[in-house]
């Protein structure tokens, strides 16, 4: 019987000892997340009108606490109309998406430089990214600099 106990954990050493290198830490599950799936590079806009449509109760929403997650990081976006504090119809979240590539594949490969194509992956082309409010959180948005002029500017 000692045996079986000790080859038992013999084996559950490297199960223990070897997690997943990616976790979840960023998810925060008192909060309610909408999915976001893409498959191309481009500049994405969510309305109010399809917020509705998947069952989220916009009038409940601070459009200033809006975040969006891709990869467990959070990014920027430009959020038209939050300045009232309420998120109407015609407001929307746009930023910007980009399809899968394939940076998780390198980790199927003894020598990550074995992995064929780096701008493919081998198991799906759409990348998720996630949409949650939360009004106390701290938001990154994209400002939209309306001086035209750009003598303004100093040359870098």
């Given amino acids: 019987m000692n045996r079986l106990i000790i080859i038992y954990i013999i084996i559950q050493i490297p199960v223990l000892t070897c ?4 976790t979840n830490g960023w998810i925060d599950y008192s909060k309610q997340y909408y999915k976001v799936q893409i498959t191309e590079e ?23 606490g809006i ?38 594949d390198t980790v199927l490969y003894s020598d990550p430089s074995w992995h064929a194509n780096d701008n493919y992956s081998l198991y799906t082309d759409t ?16 400002t939209i600099e309306n001086d035209i002029n750009f003598t303004n500017y100093t040359p870098s």
């Fill in 19 to 22: 997690g997943q290198p990616f």
């Fill in 42 to 64: 481009g500049i994405y806009r969510i309305g109010t009108n399809e917020l509705l449509g998947a069952g989220i109760s916009t009038g409940t929403i601070n459009p200033q």
């Fill in 67 to 104: 975040q969006l997650f891709f990869r467990g990081e959070e990014q920027y976006i430009y959020v038209a109309g939050e300045g009232d504090g309420v998120l109407d119809i015609g407001d929307y979240i746009e930023f910007h998406g980009k399809g899968n590539n394939g940076w998780l």
């Fill in 127 to 142: 990348s998720t990214y996630f949409l949650t409010w939360d009004i106390n959180a701290t938001t990154k948005r994209v």
